[in-house]
């Protein structure tokens, strides 16, 4: 049986392709470790904020959106979560406030999240704003997963930054 000069060749590439294997491992880059609060995870929590607009006019509203969440499969935990806005100046804004209940009680695998609106202010500085969030972990209970362990405080923080324009 003959087999076709086109079929041939094409075996030939394939096989050939397929020897062809690369010799070189696999580049890692280098463990970064966070000092604590620089960090998006502490312990069993992660936070995150971000936000669609990466840029705001003065006066108008604009959004962030922010999540912390507990990893643990077993550790109820507490966090109490702050806001930090503060404008190219440097300058905090008046904490926000989410309602009354600063603490949060996040059992195994649980997360809170918020949608924040706020309006840019007419006279804001123009420049790179960052709208940060730190969740401060209180307590951890339960579980034998060994987050209990972690020392305190256990802070995790994550920022998300947006452009004020005129």
């Not at 109820?76 to 979560?81: G, K, R």
């Not at 924040?116 to 997963?145: C, E, H, K, S």
Request: with cysteine; net charge negative.
């Amino acid at each position: 049986m003959r087999v076709p000069r086109k079929i041939a060749w094409l075996a030939v590439v394939m096989v050939g392709c397929l020897s062809v294997v690369s010799a070189q491992e696999p580049e890692v880059g280098p463990i970064q470790y966070f000092p604590i609060g620089d960090s998006p995870f502490s312990g069993p929590v992660e936070t995150l904020v971000n936000t669609n607009h990466p840029t705001a006019a003065r006066g108008t509203l604009t959004d962030v959106f922010l999540v912390v969440q507990n990893h643990s499969n077993e550790a109820t935990v507490s966090v109490n979560i702050d806001l930090d806005l503060r404008y190219a100046d440097g300058n905090e804004v008046q904490p926000f406030h989410l309602g009354q209940a600063r603490e949060h009680t996040l059992g195994p695998d649980e997360g809170v999240g918020f949608f924040i609106f706020f309006v840019v202010p007419v006279d804001a500085p123009l420049g790179t704003a960052t709208f940060g969030v730190n969740a401060l972990v209180g307590r951890v209970t339960g579980g034998d997963d060994g987050h209990s362990e972690n020392p305190n405080p256990m802070v995790a923080s994550d920022s998300v930054q947006f452009e004020v324009i005129p």
